[in-house]
């Protein structure tokens, strides 16, 4: 069964134990998916109010894309997983000939991309998120304020978290330009990540 089918209470079970996987990654996803769900309440509790109707087509724009993010993140729980169980099976691989060693090795490196690529594509995301939540500030119903702050937090904790990932995997990157490419496109967005949250947490703790 996949760990978004879970119920609550059972998927932190399964994380409280000695189980590998799910880890820091697909909480990291997990993390993002109540990001993208809190931006969606937000514009709908906007665009169910008639005070706030100047900003309902943005809301209605937004809530849209917050929603795609919430199916891609959902889907980033599992496949973080999935990810981190090629890399683990390929490791228990036999390698008592050149043959086998040679398929045990490419298959470690090919694992290793992918569990590179899949927390890469988690931060995209939550970069995407921030950039949601940068349209939607001061365009909302400020009584949101809290859950608005909180999904800010949330995009942040999994971009940080999704980073954290990635880079535990880059040394395993055999291609040394694609390594290169996801460091360097990483920290950027992390970077990027960091004003815009910074800036929306420091406004609302302000205006609460």
């Not at 683990?88 to 060693?101: C, I, N, R, S, V």
């Not at 490419?106 to 927390?119: F, N, R, S």
């Not at 880059?170 to 290169?180: F, H, I, N, Q, S």
Request: overall charge negative.
């Amino acid at each position: 069964m996949k760990l978004i089918e879970l119920k609550l209470n059972e998927y932190l079970d399964v994380l409280l134990s000695d189980a590998p996987a799910p880890g820091g990654g697909s909480v990291s996803a997990l993390a993002g998916a109540q990001g993208a769900a809190l931006m969606a309440m937000v514009c709908d509790l906007t665009t169910s109010k008639e005070k706030f109707a100047d900003d309902h087509a943005l809301c209605a724009e937004l809530r849209q894309k917050a929603g795609d993010l919430y199916e891609g993140f959902a889907k980033a729980i599992d496949e973080d997983t999935e990810a981190f169980n090629l890399v683990a099976a390929a490791f228990k691989m036999p390698k008592e000939t050149d043959e086998e060693k040679a398929a045990r090795k490419q298959a470690i490196a090919d694992g290793t991309l992918e569990a590179t690529k899949v927390p890469f594509r988690v931060m995209e995301m939550a970069s995407e998120g921030l950039a949601i939540a940068e349209k939607l500030q001061n365009h909302y119903n400020r009584n949101c304020d809290s859950d608005y702050g909180v999904g800010v937090l949330n995009f942040m904790t999994c971009m940080r978290g999704a980073w954290l990932n990635v880079k535990i995997n880059l040394p395993g990157v055999k291609d040394e330009a694609l390594a290169k490419e996801y460091k360097e496109a990483g920290e950027k967005m992390l970077a990027d990540g960091e004003v815009i949250a910074t800036r929306i947490y420091q406004e609302i703790e302000e205006a609460l």
